[in-house]
């Protein structure tokens, strides 16, 4: 069964830190396009960052760009999302995505987050709560 498992998330005061990780089983992520969407309450789910399935494009959300970074490990099965200088509005639950049809994955294109649709696969998502 091919499972998707977020983790990392918490309670983290303005400024702070958190590395959130995205887990694959039951499939390897060597070509697989991943996507991290977050969802805060009563708002669309929206991408913050994607990674394409070489590693070699990454693009970022403007309300992160500089402040997250997005990078995967294929050996260990996961992709990880590095959070800093967390803001309020960062609060959300975080999600990530798998898109195996890694070639027409829109990531590759700079500058450009794919849309949910792309992604086949889903987490069930880490809750990131940041406050003082």
């Known amino acids: 069964q091919l499972q998707l498992v977020e983790s990392g998330g918490g309670l983290v005061q303005p400024g702070g830190s958190l590395r959130l990780s995205c887990a694959a089983s039951g499939f390897t992520l060597d070509y697989y396009a991943i996507g991290w969407f977050r969802q805060a309450p009563g708002k669309e789910r929206e991408g913050v960052s994607c990674?394409?399935?070489?590693?070699?494009?990454?693009n970022y959300a403007d309300s992160v760009k500089g402040r997250f970074t997005i990078s995967r490990d294929n050996a260990k099965n996961t992709v990880y999302l590095q959070m800093n200088s967390l803001k309020p509005e960062d609060t959300a639950v975080y999600y990530c995505?798998?898109?195996?049809?890694?070639?027409?994955?829109?990531?590759?294109?700079?500058?450009?987050?794919?849309?949910?649709?792309?992604?086949?696969?889903w987490g069930r998502g880490t809750q990131v709560t940041v406050s003082s």
């Open positions: 995505a798998a898109d195996p049809d890694y070639s027409s994955n829109s990531c590759v294109v700079a500058g450009t987050l794919p849309p949910l649709y792309e992604y086949d696969y």
């Open positions: 990674i394409s399935s070489s590693g070699g494009s990454t």
